[in-house]
C-alpha cells in the first residue's frame, strides 16, 4: 500500500494501527465487521499518556467512555465478544453501561502478582485489574479447549482410577477460571516496552485464542504498547486499532517489525 491509497478502502483498514483518536476513526470500520473487541481505555487515574486522556473528572470520564462504547459495539458481528480492562474504582459504573447493551459472561481478576511490600496504611493495597467479558448474543464464539490449562504429570498420575482414564479435561487440561494469576511486566520483563501499563501477551492471547475464531479479526480502539495487534499475528488473527500518541504508534510498527520480515510490515501504523 502506498502513502497516498485510502488506507480504508477495501479491506486496507484491516492490520493497521492508525494514530488517530478512536472517535474518529471508528466511523470507518464496517459495522458487524469485527469479531472480538478487546479495550484497555485509560483507567482514569490521570496517568501520563503522552496526552490529557486520562485526566478527565468523574463525569466525563464515564461520558466519554460511553461514548466510544457505542461508536464501537456496533463494529461487532452478531455473536462478537468484548473484554475490557478496567480499574475497580469504574468497573461497576462501566459494567452497568454494558449490561445495558451486552450479555456479561464473566468479572475476571487478573492477580497482577504484585510483591508484598508496603502499600498504603488505611486501606487494602490494590494489587488487581478488573475485566469485564461480555457477549452480543447467546452463540457467541468460545473455543475452551484452546486456552486449557495441562495438568502436570504428577496430577494425571493420581487420577489413575478408572473413570477417569480418557477423560478429555484430564488429557487437555482444565479451564482457567475467572482469577488470572500473571505477573505485571517489571522493568526486567522480557516483553516490557516503554508503556506505562502494557498488558502481557499472555493475558491478550488468551482472550484472543479464546474468543475470536482462526483468521478472525480483533479491533483494540486504545492499542498503547500495540499488546493486542502483536497477539493478533502470534495466534493467526487479524487486527485493527487506534493509538493517539505517534510515540506509541511507532513502538507499535517496532514490535510488528520484530515478528516478521519488515517488507511486510512497511504500513502496519498509518498516519
Not at 475485566?131 to 447467546?138: L, Q, T
Not at 511486566?185 to 498488558?199: G, I, N, S
Not at 487479524?238 to 511507532?250: A, I, K, Q, W
Not at 514490535?255 to 520480515?261: I, N, Q
Request: hydrophobic share 35%.
Amino acid at each position: 500500500m502506498t502513502a497516498a491509497s485510502d488506507p480504508f478502502a477495501g479491506e486496507g483498514w484491516l492490520d493497521r494501527v492508525h494514530c488517530e483518536d478512536a472517535l474518529q476513526g471508528l466511523r470507518r470500520i464496517p459495522d458487524g465487521s469485527i469479531d472480538l473487541l478487546i479495550a484497555d481505555p485509560p483507567y482514569g487515574l490521570g496517568k501520563d499518556y503522552g496526552n490529557d486522556s486520562d485526566k478527565l473528572d468523574t463525569v466525563e470520564y464515564l461520558r466519554w467512555t460511553e461514548q466510544w462504547i457505542d461508536a464501537a459495539l456496533p463494529k461487532l458481528k452478531a455473536n462478537g465478544s468484548l473484554y475490557i480492562f478496567l480499574t475497580w474504582r469504574y468497573s461497576p459504573e462501566i459494567f452497568v453501561m454494558l449490561k445495558q447493551r451486552m450479555t456479561m459472561i464473566n468479572e475476571i481478576v487478573w492477580d497482577r502478582r504484585v510483591p508484598s511490600m508496603g502499600g498504603s496504611t488505611r486501606r487494602y493495597s490494590s494489587v488487581h485489574d478488573t475485566i469485564g467479558f461480555f457477549a452480543r448474543a447467546k452463540d457467541y464464539f468460545f473455543d475452551l479447549d484452546a486456552i486449557r490449562i495441562p495438568y502436570d504429570e504428577q496430577t494425571k498420575k493420581a487420577r489413575s482410577r478408572s473413570i477417569f482414564i480418557g477423560a478429555k479435561w484430564l488429557e487437555m487440561g482444565y479451564n482457567p477460571k475467572d482469577v488470572w494469576s500473571v505477573s505485571r511486566l517489571h522493568r526486567e520483563h522480557k516483553e516490557r516496552a516503554d508503556h506505562p501499563t502494557q498488558k502481557p501477551l499472555e493475558i491478550v492471547e488468551r482472550m484472543i485464542k479464546a474468543s475470536c475464531p482462526p483468521g478472525g479479526v480483533v479491533l483494540d480502539p486504545f492499542m498503547g504498547s500495540g499488546t493486542t495487534a502483536v497477539a493478533a499475528r502470534r495466534c493467526g488473527r487479524r487486527f485493527v486499532g487506534f493509538e493517539l500518541n505517534p510515540d506509541y504508534c511507532e513502538l507499535i510498527r517496532q514490535r510488528l517489525v520484530a515478528l516478521e520480515p519488515a517488507s511486510q510490515q512497511d504500513e502496519q501504523v498509518t498516519g
